[in-house]
C-alpha cells in the first residue's frame, strides 16, 4: 500500500493548527518582553498541549498508547521548535539587516516566519512518527 504525502488528515491538522497558532501567537506576543527564546517556548508548550490532544484523537485518530505517543510527540515538537526557531531568527536577520527594518521588528518577523517553518515540519513529524498509523 502506497502512502500519500497529503491526505485528508491535513485539513483537519491545518483546522486544529489555526486554533493551536491563535493561541500561540497571542501568549508569544504577550510574553515577549521576557526574549526571543522564553516568550516562544512558553507560548509553543501551551500550544503543545492543546495540539497532542486535539491531533491525537480528532486529526490523526491515533490508537497507539497514550504515554507512547505522548513521549514520541514530546520529541517532534522539541526537534521541530528547535529547527524552526534556530533558523528564523538567523535568516530574517541576514536578509533584513541592511534595512531600515528595527530590530524588535526583525524579532517579530523572525517568530512570525518561524510558526510557518514549524507548522510544516511539525505536520510532517505528527504525521509519519508521532501518530503514524500501524497497518493491520
Aim: with cysteine.
Amino acid at each position: 500500500m502506497k502512502t500519500k504525502i497529503f491526505d485528508k488528515s491535513i485539513l483537519r491538522f491545518l483546522l486544529v493548527g489555526v486554533g493551536n497558532t491563535l493561541l500561540s501567537a497571542v501568549l508569544m506576543f504577550l510574553l515577549e518582553g521576557l526574549g526571543y527564546w522564553i516568550s516562544t517556548a512558553v507560548a509553543y508548550i501551551a500550544g503543545a498541549v492543546m495540539s497532542f490532544f486535539l491531533n491525537r484523537y480528532f486529526t490523526f485518530k491515533s490508537e497507539e498508547k497514550l504515554m507512547n505517543s505522548a513521549l514520541k510527540f514530546a520529541l517532534n515538537v522539541v526537534l521541530c521548535y528547535v529547527i524552526a526557531y534556530s533558523l528564523a531568527q538567523p535568516l530574517v536577520s541576514l536578509v533584513l539587516s541592511k534595512t531600515a527594518v528595527s530590530l524588535v521588528w526583525q524579532e517579530r518577523i523572525a517568530k512570525v516566519f518561524g510558526m510557518g517553518l514549524y507548522t510544516v515540519i511539525n505536520y510532517f513529524g505528527q504525521r509519519f512518527f508521532a501518530f503514524k498509523r500501524t497497518t493491520k
